[in-house]
């Protein structure tokens, strides 16, 4: 059974720092891209930032030089670094596994407010 398990999320003032965790189980990690997603009301989800087998990264414009996306093999994983956080960050963000199959999370709210 495959497992991908967020935790991390909460509320922060703007300014503020989270650092979100996935913990995967049932597949075999080092093989998948891993990836961070965020769903705010009324927008489509958004990949925010990936990470392949091999640690190349990417992230959409609006993260780039605040967030950074890091992986533990010897864990299974992924971490999901965020600093100088906006309120336009405030999200529901998801977890994804990116393979033979696709794996999402169930989420965690991250919310920016003062």
């Known amino acids: 059974q495959v497992r991908l398990v967020e935790s991390g999320g909460g509320l922060v003032q703007p300014g503020g720092s989270l650092r979100l965790s996935c913990a995967a189980s049932?597949?075999?990690?080092?093989?998948?891209?891993m990836a961070w997603y965020r769903q705010a009301p009324g927008k489509q989800r958004e990949q925010v930032a990936r990470?392949?087998?091999?640690?190349?990264?990417n992230y959409v414009d609006s993260v780039k030089g605040r967030f950074t996306i890091s992986r533990d093999n010897a864990k299974n994983t992924v971490y999901l670094q965020m600093n100088s956080l906006k309120p336009e960050d405030t999200a529901v963000y998801y977890c994804?596994?990116?393979?033979?199959?696709?794996?999402w999370g169930q989420g965690t709210q991250v919310t920016v407010s003062s």
């Open positions: 994804n596994a990116d393979g033979l199959t696709n794996y």
């Open positions: 049932g597949i075999r990690f080092s093989y998948y891209t």
């Open positions: 990470i392949t087998s091999g640690s190349s990264t």
